[in-house]
């Protein structure tokens, strides 16, 4: 006999299927596999110590403060650990429960049944001489044989914009933005390039973006995350899908001390209310993306919170993107100049697929194509 100790093992119900464990079990099993943690934030004490109890009576566990049990408090944040299969139990128990607790049940069981996404690579053009990385900017002529490369190196979904949205980056005309992005989007038209690969128009401007939905794009990359009714009805009337991003102030402002009480949950109540927006104006939630919105509003301490809990966005069921390439979130953990942070990228990027993001936003798409099929072999 010889005992190991596993890694993680992502398909649980493969690894039971190849032991030869009979089809009725695997899925019982599967569940007893996967450890889930979940930070509760102002619990109502008198919920922690009923939901600490029936934790306990199944297994499972809630970590909380020592004046819980005392009441010395009105709420507390809380820890809840268990197996899949505890948290399931745990979620009919809480139902009948009072103090918020079948609310809480509601939303916990959201987090027991969100759809997988493959991940996909989304490479960058940018068609301006301003965007922080010179070697992603590109003029007309360039571009198209810029977009044939990236198409042959793996791309699933080209990004193209024509205004920076570097920090600090100067404000571009509407007609400036266009003078850009029409002869680009008029190569991939008539060479039907949009049959090889999504496109995606990276822009807030609604005539630019309905100039490139009419030349085959299928996606529009919003960095005001969904702030003008005019972008959101131009994807309900082509049928395109919608990427919603978060940013605390504008281009201009965004890194001057940006603030939050807690990211994750500020962000999280931000997407909230933008894809209620989105759903009421006509456009279904299978065509909504999510992008946290890396180094947008925020310090290198809050993306990589974002980063560690980025497996809680995929709660609203939408298809969630990371785009941390070759930023100064990596200069500054390792001071690297921007030309020499593509090892820096990879590791966020493959870090952030662990941890749920589907879309990979990257400068590099051969190497993140080869350092994503070595992710999913490992799995």
Do not use: W
């Not at 990385?133 to 590109?138: D, G, K, L, N, P």
């Not at 496109?199 to 969904?226: C, H, K």
């Not at 298809?319 to 070759?326: F, M």
Request: hydrophobic share 45%; charged share 20%; with cysteine.
């Amino acid at each position: 006999m010889y005992l190991y100790q596993l890694g993680n093992i992502s398909d649980k119900k493969a690894a039971l299927k190849v032991l030869g464990v009979e089809s009725g079990g695997v899925s019982i099993m599967a569940k007893k596999m996967q450890t889930l943690c979940f930070l509760i934030k102002d619990l109502k004490t008198p919920a922690a110590n009923i939901l600490k109890q029936d934790a306990l009576s199944i297994g499972a566990d809630l970590a909380v403060p020592s004046g819980v049990i005392l009441c010395e408090k009105p709420s507390y944040d809380c820890l809840l650990m268990g197996t899949r299969k505890q948290i399931e139990i745990l979620c009919k128990k809480e139902l009948v429960q009072p103090f918020g607790l079948k609310t809480f049940a509601l939303e916990l069981k959201k987090h027991l049944h969100i759809p997988h996404f493959p991940p996909r690579i989304m490479g960058i053009i940018n068609a301006n001489d301003d965007s922080f990385y010179a070697a992603s900017r590109f003029v007309a002529g360039d571009a198209g044989v810029q977009i044939k490369q990236m198409i042959h190196d793996g791309a699933d979904i080209i990004d193209i914009g024509a205004v920076s949205s570097r920090p600090g980056a100067a404000e571009v005309s509407q007609e400036a933005e266009m003078a850009r992005m029409k002869p680009i989007c008029d190569v991939i038209k008539a060479e039907s390039l949009h049959e090889n690969a999504v496109f995606s128009v990276d822009s807030t401007t609604p005539l630019v973006v309905e100039y490139a939905l009419q030349s085959g794009f299928r996606l529009i990359n919003d960095i005001s995350g969904a702030s003008h009714t005019a972008i959101i009805t131009l994807a309900v009337k082509y049928n395109a899908k919608l990427c919603i991003m978060h940013m605390q102030g504008t281009p201009q402002n965004m890194q001057v001390a940006p603030q939050y009480e807690d990211v994750v949950v500020e962000v999280s109540q931000f997407f909230e209310e933008r894809i209620a927006r989105c759903e009421a104006l006509g456009l279904a939630r299978e065509n909504i993306i999510l992008d946290v919105g890396l180094g947008f509003g925020k310090t290198l301490e809050h993306n990589l919170t974002l980063l560690r809990h980025m497996a809680h966005f995929k709660v609203f069921g939408c298809e969630v993107l990371v785009g941390g390439s070759r930023k100064s979130m990596i200069d500054k953990i390792i001071p690297t100049p921007v030309q020499e942070r593509l090892a820096g990228t990879l590791a966020l990027h493959l870090k952030a697929v662990e941890n749920g993001a589907s879309i990979v936003r990257c400068h590099d798409v051969k190497e993140h194509k080869q350092a994503l099929a070595v992710y999913e072999a490992m799995k």
